[in-house]
């Protein structure tokens, strides 16, 4: 079977891991943390505990407040309040480097404005470790390994811009993996990927977490966090409405206050279409 | 491999370029005053050759720093205001030449009015970068300060529409121009434009993240801000450079690294120091033109380089149009 039979026959059927209740020395803990963008607060008081070597999925609608997350814990969006640990340790008096040395991150999309081969894409993630990426240099391993965690080894010589959507999203988490980084951060990478390549990538993260990756992801479909998420978030205008499995936060009651739908069965509908 | 292919080629057409450009001319070098032809051709040919390289390596910075292929240093407005400069030393120099402090060499007014020029403009962009939430704002006043730097060069050359000679060197500087180049000018124009090289070359490494934009360079650890500062300096000191030596030459920044990524690739530790070569290479052919071309007197450099370089970049433009955004 392959991996998108696997999805496309019942990829909600699959067991997701209940989290056990974690330490606050164990993964990425935020407390507190509010942040502004532009003059408004789009983080009030979030607090998430995302338990280590777990995949810890962020949902919520549009504008909830995922990617900015996300930039708080990269340190691309200052915040007003609030205290970061990753294992114990203070994140926010983190040196830039050293920040993403920590921290890989993986975005939407990516797209370069020149042609660029894989391999140099990927080397890119070892900028924070200095030294040089091209020609003979020691990220050369270290690139080929990324590049063989996330089964792309074959691409390496392609220009990043004709490959496929999965694909590019493979090479981007080879690019965070690169430097070491045991936390990864994702910000919607499955939302311009078919099914298929959202199961490949998917079941990829589950791979790393089970080898020991702190994994924290934004997600837009539900059956998605069923599958892969260990502990799942659900946020609503920048405040933390829920947290724990997946199960417990898609209930209808949470996700009709978040997205004002409701589910029935494998259907949703708006709420005012069933009242 | 490419890469050394590519410089190999450069030097040896810049070395061809080079003999030619010696020997080439309306002077007469087995004349009585031949060595001094050789001199003087000696001078516009290195003053051609910086020029070049520094409008090349303007090129790839900006074309890095806002991941757009059709950047040039023209964009930032420090070209125009380096004109401006450069025509107001002009004037002052005409009317007021006798105020200007001994120790300033005459030949070093249109320069250093070049650099202050282009000073002004920077500041006013940098002022704005620090401020800016985007590079899009910065472009867009860039295009502002070009636009305004050629008005005011109009504005000044309508006031002297009764002197047509004083026209006619307004107009002939900003249309660029390498001859009456000499060693003074070198000595002032050469180490911006080696400083500016070695600086730029120094920033190879974060220009290359930032290929990916700027909240991924970020959040790879590039010190986007700091970056986005200095590749503005050192593009504002190289172009400022650039027509303090020879005017203002069209396309160099534009064609160059155009031509030059789709030898070496898009790394700018290679980019930068292939087109320094390929620019001084095509400035110098350029001037060969511009002095072989008319039957008497010589052509003004930017208009060779606007009719060599406007038809190739269609063709090179239409050969890589996936390369764009």
Request: glycine share 12%; with cysteine; hydrophobic share 50%.
């Amino acid at each position: 079977m392959t991996d998108s039979d696997k999805l496309t026959t019942n990829p909600l059927s699959e067991t997701t891991a209940e989290a056990e209740a974690p330490s606050t020395n164990d993964g990425l803990c935020l407390e507190g943390i509010s942040a502004r963008r532009n003059n408004k607060l789009v983080l009030t008081n979030v607090g998430i505990q995302a338990p280590g070597g777990a995949i810890t999925a962020l949902i919520g609608p549009n504008g909830a407040g995922k990617s900015s997350i996300i930039s708080t814990i990269l340190g691309l969006l200052p915040i007003t309040s609030g205290r970061l640990r990753l294992h114990g340790a203070d994140v926010l008096t983190m040196e830039r480097l050293r920040r993403a040395q920590t921290f890989g991150y993986v975005p939407q999309r990516t797209r370069l404005f020149a042609p660029m081969p894989v391999s140099q894409v990927v080397a890119m993630g070892c900028y924070a470790h200095g030294g040089s990426w091209f020609g003979p240099n020691s990220h050369r391993a270290a690139v080929r390994d990324a590049l063989a965690m996330v089964d792309a080894e074959h691409l390496a010589q392609r220009p990043f811009n004709e490959l496929s959507a999965g694909e590019s999203q493979r090479v981007l988490v080879a690019r965070a993996l690169v430097g070491g980084a045991r936390t990864l951060l994702l910000d919607e990478p499955t939302s311009s990927l078919d099914i298929g390549h959202s199961l490949i990538l998917l079941k990829l993260l589950k791979r790393l977490a089970h080898s020991g990756h702190t994994i924290l992801i934004a997600l837009h479909h539900f059956d998605q966090v069923e599958y892969v998420a260990d502990h799942t978030v659900l946020l609503h205008n920048g405040i933390v409405l829920c947290e724990g499995t997946a199960n417990h936060v898609l209930s209808n009651t949470h996700i009709t206050t978040a997205f004002g739908v409701v589910r029935h069965g494998s259907t949703f509908r708006l709420t005012e279409e069933t009242t | 491999m490419r890469f050394t292919l590519t410089l190999i080629g450069g030097v040896v057409a810049l070395a061809v370029l080079s003999i030619i450009a010696l020997n080439t001319g309306h002077g007469d070098l087995q004349s009585a005053e031949g060595e001094t032809f050789y001199y003087l051709r000696a001078w516009r040919l290195s003053a051609a050759a910086l020029a070049g390289a520094a409008l090349a390596m303007g090129g790839v910075l900006m074309q890095g720093l806002f991941r757009n292929p059709l950047a040039s240093p023209d964009v930032l407005g420090t070209t125009a205001f380096a004109v401006v400069g450069g025509q107001s030393a002009l004037l002052l120099h005409v009317f007021a030449g006798a105020t200007i402090p001994v120790f300033i060499p005459a030949e070093l007014l249109l320069p250093i009015g070049c650099l202050l020029g282009a000073g002004f403009a920077l500041l006013v962009l940098l002022w704005l970068a620090e401020r800016a939430a985007g590079l899009t704002t910065v472009l867009i006043v860039g295009f502002l300060l070009a636009a305004l730097g050629s008005s005011v060069g109009t504005f000044v050359t309508s006031f002297f529409r009764d002197q047509w000679e004083l026209v006619r060197a307004l107009q002939g500087f900003s249309l660029g121009g390498v001859d009456g180049t000499g060693p003074i000018h070198l000595a002032l124009g050469a180490p911006l434009v080696l400083i500016g090289g070695i600086a730029a070359w120094c920033w190879s490494r974060p220009l290359d993240v930032l290929l990916s934009g700027e909240v991924e360079a970020a959040a790879l650890g590039v010190d986007v801000t700091q970056v986005r500062r200095w590749v503005l300096i050192w593009t504002a000191t190289l172009t400022a450079a650039a027509v303090a030596l020879g005017g203002s030459a069209a396309f160099i920044g534009l064609i160059v690294p155009h031509v030059m990524r789709s030898c070496v690739g898009v790394g700018h530790r290679q980019l930068i120091p292939v087109s320094a070569i390929a620019g001084a290479a095509f400035l110098v052919g350029c001037d060969i033109l511009a002095r072989v071309l008319p039957p008497t007197g010589e052509l003004p450099i930017g208009v060779v380089t606007g009719m060599i370089g406007a038809p190739l970049f269609i063709v090179v433009l239409i050969r890589s149009r996936r390369e764009l955004v």
